[in-house]
Every structure is written in C-alpha cells, then in structure tokens.
C-alpha cells in the first residue's frame, strides 16, 4: 500500500504542496480532485519519483521510497501513466507497449494477453505508429503500457482529458477491472465528479497546495466537492 506522508514540494522557491497526505490500497481507487493548477500532477510526480520532496515521505509497501529514482520506483512495482499520455507517437503500438520491458527482468518480458484482453483495439492496431491513434486510443495504449511492467500501483493523471464519451465509459470500465482484481492499488487524478465519484474508495481534494477535503468515496458530498472542481 502506498501512503503519502506530509510532503512538501518545491518549484524553485514557490511552494507547489504543502504537508499533503493521501493514501492508496490495493484493490481500492484512491482518487485525487482539484482545480487546474492546484497541484494534483505534482503529486503524481513526486510519488513517481519525477519530483523531490522537501519534506515529509513516500511509504510503499513499508518502504519509504522518498529518495529512489523514478526507474527505482517502476521496478518495485509503480507505473505511471501521465497527463498526456506520452504516447511515442513514431513508434508503432507494439513497439510503444514494448518500453515497458526496460523495467522487467529479462524472462518476464512478454505483453500480458489481459492488455489486449481489455483494450482489444491495440490488437487491431499493433502496427500503426502511436500519434496515428486518436486521443482515446492514445490513452489506452498509455494504460496498455503500463500494465505491461505488471504494476501494484497503477497511477493515472486525468486519463478521460480531452476523450471522447464513449471511450470514458471503456476506461472507466477498465479501471474497475483492474481494482476488482485486488492486487492493484490505483492512484487517480480526476477532475470531472461523476468519474470521481464512482470509482473512489478514498478521496482527496486540493486546492493551491493544499487538502481542503478528504474522506471515504462512500462519504464524499457533492455540494462540498464541487466548491473545489471545475467539472
Ligand atoms: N516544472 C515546474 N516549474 C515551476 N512551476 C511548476 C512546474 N510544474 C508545475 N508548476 C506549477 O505548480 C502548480 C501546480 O501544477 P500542477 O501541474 O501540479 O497542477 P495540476 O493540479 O496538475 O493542474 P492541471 O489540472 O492543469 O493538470 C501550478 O501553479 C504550476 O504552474
Ligand atoms: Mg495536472
């Protein structure tokens, strides 16, 4: 399990978090909400190892991780999948899935049948380049990816941005698999509510750096949480 510990993140000499905690189970959707620019990616990033930490730690699996590099982080089990996707866009599909082998040991350097299992258009779609994809494929193709290296904690930054509807539904779908299963601890930045609010176990608002809100999904209140969303 992974738990955020009072952090404190710093760009230069302007202040991006302020004593933040959070905290995410495995089989469970632990969900970050919040304004454009209130810091949910900065928190992504310090749990990925993107971003140093001034103060305060990362705990996984029991382990304070706070220092590790990022290619540290994905060995032990992390992978994140950021704001954008990232996707190679002059790499083909399959190649794209194939950069999640650099953190597995040589003999577990297969693509999992479940990738294809739950996003059977990366199947159809192996031999296009990645920036021929639309935003949607795009985005499953980013899951796809991660789920490669076989994670314990899958971390997604806002991945229904700019999608179209129906391919919400798909990701939404997916991101209830893989929860269901049990052995995964997911970590999502959500900024439309209904999203939010129907795959949170646990939750936290921000706002400028800061919680203003947190609790069980099960408990959230609306009128509370939309003072502090956009959508
Ligand atoms: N590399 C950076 N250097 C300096 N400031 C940064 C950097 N990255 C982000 N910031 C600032 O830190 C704050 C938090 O940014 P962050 O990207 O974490 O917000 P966010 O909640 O993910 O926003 P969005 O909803 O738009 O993705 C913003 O004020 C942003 O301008
Ligand atoms: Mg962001």
């Known amino acids: 399990m992974l738990e955020i510990r009072d952090i404190d993140v710093f760009y230069g ?3 991006a978090l302020r ?6 189970d495995k089989g469970r959707v632990a969900c970050v909400m919040g ?3 209130v810091g949910k990616t ?6 990925a190892g993107q971003q140093a930490v001034r103060s305060g730690g990362v705990f996984w699996e029991g382990e304070n991780i706070s220092k590790l590099a990022p290619h540290e982080r994905a060995r032990r089990g992390i992978a994140y999948v950021p704001q954008g996707r990232d996707v190679f866009s002059q ?3 399959l190649e794209n899935l194939k950069t999640g082998f650099a953190v597995l040991p040589r003999a577990g350097r297969h693509i999992p049948d479940e990738v294809f299992e739950l996003f059977p258009v990366l199947r159809q779609m192996l031999k296009r380049r990645g920036g021929d ?11 796809g990816r991660a789920l490669v290296t076989r994670p314990r904690l899958l971390i997604l930054d806002e991945p229904t941005e700019g999608i179209q509807p129906s391919i919400i539904k798909d990701i939404q779908r997916v991101i209830a698999l893989l929860r269901d299963r049990g052995d995964m601890a997911i970590l999502l930045v959500e900024q439309y509510f209904e999203f939010a609010r129907d795959l949170a176990d646990n939750y936290l608002v921000m706002d400028r750096g800061e919680e203003v809100l947190s609790g069980l999904g099960a408990d959230m209140v609306e009128a509370e949480v939309r003072r502090y969303i956009a959508v």
């Open 13 to 15: 000499a302007s202040q």
């Open 19 to 24: 004593k933040i905690s959070f905290s995410a």
């Open 35 to 37: 304004r454009n620019g």
């Open 42 to 47: 900065t928190l992504m990033r310090a749990v």
């Open 91 to 93: 790499l083909t599909v």
């Open 133 to 143: 994809l639309s935003g949607g494929q795009q985005q499953q193709l980013a899951i």
